[in-house]
């Protein structure tokens, strides 16, 4: 791809760069650790990864991490897997996201908002009293460090309450939203075995009412090692039968203690979108958690005390946990439990006006079903205080970019950014001091020896490569739930290239260090030895009108063919005809190449996703080479199971 000298979409001030976070923090490192003074990011990137040990315990010490017990040193082990962070130290990560109740405890920590768009506060002060007494009734429930407590609840502050509680005793948290079914639930919950479950008996999603008390009864039913259920009221039903009350417990004035945990301590477990097999538990640490959201929502998201930040997610997808960790910076996160376009598509942008949010994060679809829906936000809302729209779940397209520029603000920080459930973190993307290019992240982050390799390990630039970490980074996984000789870990990340963190993903690394995600490399198109990435398609196709949603595939055929089929999901009213057809396969021809035009274009009733909003593409791909259903995907992670009922008909069909 070309990457020849475009101009930037946006650029910070220097007044903006001089006051960014990550430029006290060079400023610092060079006088206390040994960075670089001068040459900008580029500079202070490439310290970060070739001094990784210095980084991180500069990282700690501008934190001011509080270490009950001192480290031996930074890495003891640094061989991926099994990488060895601060051997020696303890710590609390809940100690460290209260901190600010000492300093500003009558300020909003938390700002709730439901569908009727009207923020409740809860100040500091309320958390770490409401964390405190929760924290006390679980260890009189004989919760102890390591024991797994589990949320069945939405976007809620209890939520975060029970979440935090539970890292104050050294248990394990893990939480799944209550639009998940109760096989999706089971196959996550029963892997850790929790001793503790929250739940609520309902929710509201686009102006209606969910009864959600038949799947917390099975869920009791399924799950033998609860010792107790604690009842949350959100539709105001009484307490069913042997259930706890959530004001009972958080009723105490009392103040948290925290335990003390080794470094690796288990925090939570977050699940992988698992489309085959069993969702993968994946467990990360009290102390790689803290310090890589201490850098990169101090440092990458320029987040403090003054700041809001709001991210549209459920309890259901590593976001949530990430917009919790904004607890760390002292900043007030914006909790938003309902549907992401009630009353209307634009609604996002208007709880944002409401909170005052400075950083609005949100999902690349989002952003273009805005476009599409011809919403205007800056017309229609006051963002005058928000300064960065940051977006994830997919590669937000070139008009995208453009959109949020025109619509927003052309003085507007626009950070595509890209990580996994993996790490519940980014390796690329917002960087306050740097450029926005169209269509690219703008850098890898501190720490993240990010590279583009070919199939031979060798890195590349200005070409399409795999996303590989070479280096750790102190929230990869300290290991999954019950893989107990590590082989399911191992082999999730490290197989391709020994020793080396392989993500799954194609990507360009730019000559200019910026970033380009193609989607995933495990669904890649390749024709003809070229390989291609779906995101690119998609942009394409649905920036017509027509289409509401598409989804590619590449299909290796058993006389040694390749089929590319584009399924098209059309808009109301919209017909796929001679014209729509030459339409869509000139726009792919024109936009990208001759190449990637389909074999076919089919349309469907709809794309399915994963429970978290991605499409799915590697379970229709198997779909259409033959696998059954039952064995081609795990059904409890799948939006809608009997979108894919259509492509397994298909395949039969077509023999």
């Known amino acids: 791809m070309s990457t020849v000298n475009p101009s930037p979409l946006w650029q910070p001030t220097p007044e903006r760069i001089a006051h960014a976070r990550i430029t006290k923090f060079q400023a610092w490192a060079a006088e206390h650790h040994g960075a670089p003074a001068h040459g900008g990011y580029a500079a202070l990137h490439r310290w970060s990864v070739d001094e990784l040990d210095t980084f991180w315990k500069a990282v700690t010490e501008w934190f001011d991490v509080r270490f009950s017990t001192p480290y031996a040193r930074v890495l003891g082990d640094r061989s991926m897997p099994g990488a060895e962070w601060f051997p020696g130290a303890t710590l609390n990560y809940a100690e460290h996201a209260l901190r600010a109740a000492g300093t500003r405890a009558d300020e909003p920590a938390l700002l709730y908002v439901d569908e009727t768009h009207e923020p409740t506060p809860v100040s500091w002060s309320e958390l770490r009293r409401q964390v405190g007494s929760l924290a006390a009734e679980l260890r009189a429930l004989g919760v102890r460090p390591g024991d797994r407590v589990s949320g069945y609840l939405p976007n809620v502050p209890q939520a975060v309450v029970a979440l935090l509680a539970t890292a104050a005793v050294g248990a394990v948290w893990t939480s799944c939203a209550p639009d998940f079914g109760a096989r999706s639930v089971l196959d996550r919950f029963q892997q850790v075995e929790p001793v503790v479950l929250f739940t609520v008996d309902g929710y509201r999603y686009g102006g209606k009412e969910h009864d959600r008390r038949d799947v917390v009864a099975q869920l009791r039913g399924e799950l033998p090692t609860l010792r107790a ?161 940051a977006t994830t779940g997919s590669p937000l397209p070139p008009d995208g970019f453009r959109w949020l520029h025109d619509e927003v603000s052309e003085d507007l920080w626009i950070a595509s950014v890209s990580g996994g459930t993996d790490v519940c973190s980014c390796f690329a993307g917002a960087v306050p001091t740097l450029p926005v290019y169209i269509g690219e992240l703008q850098a890898a982050g501190l720490g993240t020896d990010l590279q583009s390799w070919d199939a031979s390990g060798r890195p590349v630039t200005d070409e399409v490569g795999e996303l590989v970490v070479t280096n750790p980074m102190p929230s990869m996984p300290v290991r999954f739930w019950n893989d107990p000789d590590g082989s399911r870990y191992h082999d999730s990340y490290f197989d391709t290239y020994p020793g080396v963190w392989r993500h799954g993903d194609w990507i360009t690394v730019t000559a200019r260090d910026s970033v380009v995600i193609h989607g995933r490399s495990d669904s890649t198109l390749n024709r003809q030895g070229v390989r291609m990435g779906s995101a690119d398609i998609y942009e394409a196709v649905e920036r017509l009108p027509e289409i509401k949603e598409s989804l590619v595939i590449g299909v290796e055929q058993p006389d040694g063919g390749y089929w590319m089929p584009l399924f098209v999901h059309l808009a109301p009213g919209a017909e796929l005809d001679e014209a729509l057809l030459d339409r869509i396969k000139r726009t792919i021809r024109e936009q990208l190449s001759p190449r990637h035009v389909p074999d076919e274009v089919i349309e469907v009733p709809g794309v399915p996703h994963t429970l978290t909003g991605k499409r799915i593409e590697v379970p229709v791909k198997r779909l259409l080479q033959g696998t059954p259903l039952d064995k081609a995907v795990n059904a409890g992670s799948v939006d809608d199971v009997e979108l894919l009922k259509f492509y397994e008909r298909l395949a039969r069909e077509r023999g």
């Open 229 to 389: 259920v604690v009842h949350i009221p959100l539709l105001g039903t009484e307490a069913p039968e042997g259930a706890l009350d959530w004001s009972t417990l958080t009723s105490a004035d009392v103040d948290p203690v925290f335990e003390p945990v080794p470094f690796d301590h288990p925090l939570w477990v977050l699940y992988s979108s698992g489309t085959t097999g069993l969702p993968k538990a994946i467990v990360q640490s009290q102390g790689g958690i803290l310090v890589e959201h201490l850098k990169q929502l101090g440092l990458h998201c320029d987040l403090g005390t003054e700041d809001r930040f709001f991210w549209y997610t459920s309890t259901g997808w590593m976001m949530w946990n990430f917009l919790v960790s904004g607890l760390l910076t002292g900043t007030t996160i914006v909790l938003y439990d309902g549907s992401p376009g009630h009353p209307d598509t634009g609604a996002q942008w208007r709880i944002a006006e409401r909170t005052g949010a400075t950083l609005f994060g949100t999902s690349a679809a989002y952003v273009m079903a805005c476009r599409k829906a011809e919403v205007h936000p800056s017309r229609d809302a006051d963002l005058t205080r928000v300064r960065c729209v």
